[in-house]
Each structure stands twice: as structure tokens, then as C-alpha cells.
């Protein structure tokens, strides 16, 4: 089961700001779940998520 993280936790695991992550998830720019009112992530999309960030950059030469 993949291990579901609120927005607190995801902002830690990405390493930026509870406001930053809000930020993100409004302009659709990261994967996210909402349920009712509530936003959650799952881990593991998270870690692809940004594993596909660091692929990009490099094949853009950023």
C-alpha cells in the first residue's frame, strides 16, 4: 500500500514550504489527491515526481 502523506509531510519531503506546496498544488504543478476539502499525497508519486523534475533539467541543461 503506498503510504499517504498530508501537506505538512509533503512539503518536508520535498523540502520547501507548507505555503510553497499550497502554491503548487492550486496551479495543478504537483500531483495531489482531494477529498472534500482535504489535499493528500502519496509518497511514492512524489518521489517520481521529482525524480522526473531532475531528468528534465538536465536534458534541458539547466
Not at 503506498?2 to 500531483?31: D, F, T, W
Request: proline share 3%; aromatic share 10%.
Amino acid at each position: 500500500m503506498k503510504k499517504r502523506l498530508n501537506p505538512q509531510e509533503a512539503a518536508e519531503l520535498i523540502g520547501c514550504s507548507y505555503g510553497h506546496l499550497m502554491k503548487l498544488v492550486r496551479k495543478g504543478k504537483i500531483p495531489h489527491i482531494r477529498y472534500s476539502n482535504r489535499v493528500f499525497f502519496f509518497e511514492e508519486t512524489l518521489v517520481l515526481w521529482m525524480e522526473n523534475l531532475e531528468r528534465q533539467s538536465v536534458q534541458q541543461g539547466a
